[in-house]
């Protein structure tokens, strides 16, 4: 069920790197397939217990990185935008909290040194494509969830 989730996945990742900004109803396609997969994976209960915890992780470490981004930049509109905040808070259903904070932390780390590694080879665009960076991790997740599903 988890492969539906690539068809979105894959073309926001390819706009969000090309031209920094997604369609909007890609990003709710994207939302609304991984909230029937979590629910169909999960069950009512378990899903809107880790959409509450995460919801509020993913709120009281954006509090932090406003700061940052604020005191640092005086703005934070010019940093994150408002698909990058959807397009983290539509994870939230899928994850346990553990696991939530894991994959945004890896998936954060691995976006960052892969737009270092491109930078320093091409001198190129110095915003981040934060949806490019997170939805490649959450596709070689899923792949790697396939692939173990279906040799056991």
Known sequence: MQVVILIPLVLMILSDYKSRTVVLWQLLLFGAT?????LTENGLRPTCVNLAINIFLSLWIGLGVYSYFLLKYKSVQSVM????????LFLTPFFTPRSF??????????????????????KGN?????????GVCLCVLFIYQQL???LW
């Open 81 to 88: 935008g408002k698909g990058d905040i959807l397009f983290v």
């Open 126 to 134: 110095s915003n981040v494509p934060l949806i490019s960076g997170i």
């Open 148 to 150: 173990i599903r279906n």
């Open 34 to 38: 991984m909230l029937i997969i979590s």
């Open 101 to 122: 904070l894991i994959f945004m932390l890896v998936s954060c780390l691995a976006t960052l040194l892969m737009w270092g590694i491109y930078i320093f080879l091409r």
